[in-house]
């Protein structure tokens, strides 16, 4: 009996999920927490000023905006897009960012309805939440 929990415990922790079913978890508003690199924090958040919107097209095709929340529920946009497109290389989901200027990528570390966790080429860790606006009824 011990073997066979030791051997389900390696699997788990050696087997890798298949990251499709993050995808859909990306699209949407998305407030960061934290930064880190090395598995130092390098900031905190406790309010951003601006927040990050994805948006997931066919084919595997999208982009990321920026966005500042106005207290009223409505957005101030720049015109600043980037475009990106999703792969999967060995089992990981990545946003391939591809712009004029602009070229890099991100490993998604994770992605579901409350958190999103972002890697990119240069060891940086981005910890988002869930965008809620303020409730300024109470």
């Not at 924090?41 to 927040?51: A, E």
């Not at 990050?52 to 720049?78: A, V």
């Not at 602009?102 to 988002?128: C, H, M, P, W």
Request: aromatic fraction near 14%.
């Amino acid at each position: 009996m011990k073997k066979l929990f030791v051997l389900i415990c390696l699997c788990a922790i050696g087997c890798k999920s298949n990251p499709t079913h993050q995808i859909d978890s990306i699209e949407g508003y998305w407030e960061i927490e934290s930064v880190y690199k090395d598995d130092k924090l390098i900031k905190t958040f406790k309010i951003s000023p601006g927040i990050d919107y994805f948006k997931i097209n066919k084919g595997s095709k999208g982009f990321r905006k920026k966005l500042k929340p106005n207290f009223n529920g409505t957005f101030e946009t720049s015109k600043d897009v980037l475009n990106f497109e999703i792969e999967i290389q060995n089992n990981t989901l990545f946003l391939n960012y591809i712009d004029n200027a602009t070229k890099f990528s991100e490993e998604v570390l994770l992605a579901s309805t409350e958190k999103l966790v972002l890697k990119n080429n240069r060891g940086f860790v981005y910890n988002y939440k869930t965008y809620k606006p303020l409730d300024l009824s109470q």
